[in-house]
């Protein structure tokens, strides 16, 4: 279009940004995992209704059911991660295995 000088174009816009509690969102109420680094039994503080415990190459190595205490025995030397899960949330945190 052509607009004589000292003419200006508005152009606007109307947009909604949403913003997300990614916290709320993403998380199980806190869970507190010890000792850590954990040897034989790993405690659990707070709420959940299942657990996954996964290896460092990403396989499945045990699972819970709302328990407070784990027994790690089975598990090698390393590193591992824990998936909790409670009212649609989900929980990951890291422990090491001695």
């Known amino acids: 279009a052509l607009y004589k000088s000292g003419e200006t ?4 816009t ?3 940004a949403k913003t997300t509690d ?9 869970l507190n995992f010890y000792p850590n680094p954990v ?4 405690y659990i503080d707070g ?3 299942s ?3 996964y290896n460092s190459m990403g396989a499945l190595v045990q699972t819970a059911n709302g328990s407070s205490k784990i027994d790690m025995t089975n598990l090698q030397s390393g590193v591992y991660f824990i998936k909790a899960y409670h009212n649609g949330k ?3 945190d890291k ?4």
């Open 9 to 12: 174009k508005l152009v606007t």
């Open 14 to 16: 109307e947009f909604t």
């Open 22 to 30: 990614i916290e709320a969102q993403a998380s199980v109420s806190k």
């Open 39 to 42: 040897k034989d039994v790993l």
């Open 47 to 49: 709420e959940y209704s």
């Open 51 to 53: 657990l996954e415990i």
């Open 90 to 92: 989900i929980s990951t």
């Open 95 to 98: 422990i090491v295995v001695k």
